[in-house]
């Protein structure tokens, strides 16, 4: 695995990382590597993408954790904590512009630098069936990070 | 990144995989490596869960891909081509059930015994905005990889 480029926030650090990325509507600026660059054609088609990316500041993992708003401790596979197994990320934000390498989002919630590992179009589905949210159901939470 | 689990398919080789993995509803089984089972915890709330895993069988890479049933290449970051920069595959699948680190799910598309690297719950967001689906909107695809 290696980054295939960069995301740029304005989160310096996890403190003002906004919980609900969706809600706050941050903007970012994804710089992909000019060598992947050729890889985004027609991804502009598509109104929303998935971004896959390293939690780099992530040091190790905890099986339970206890998330923000919450008091009691969660599997960390039912959470969107960082310290996971396999540090990965996602996060699917709306896409607003792509010229040349550098696609510009909305909906941003990782922080600055954050090493970009893939990107996938958006497309919804399960629009019919009945979606549980398990222990999120109380919480006011639609965190983008969830996918 | 490694293993935190091995994905049981009946898809030996990727020419009998599902394009429309939803459609098909194929089941699958999820072996969760049992020193990560405590993780597990909460997730049987949740009615469908994001799997990320490696495209294990996939070599190399490229930029610009013909994806079933289209004539005209795409850049690999608008479609869920195996090949690509890092080989990492997301479906959402529809949970079943957990038996202690054995995790039954529904619409699987992937080879049998591909490495699993993580989990999270699926939340459903964007409900009410207006999504584009690019090139897809063509095609009678609505394919659980996409996201």
Known sequence: MKPIGIIRTEFQTKDNIPIQGRLFKHKGKIE??????EGLKDLDGFS???LIYKFHKSKGYKLRVKPFLENREKGVFATRAPRRPNPIGLTIVKLIKITDNIIEVEGVDMLDKTPLLDIKPYVPQ???E???IGWLKDKFVSDSRFG
Chains 1, 2 share one sequence.
């Open 48 to 50: 929303h993408i998935i």
């Open 126 to 128: 399960f629009d019919h």
């Open 32 to 37: 992909v590597f000019p060598e992947y660059q």
């Open 130 to 132: 009945d979606i549980k």
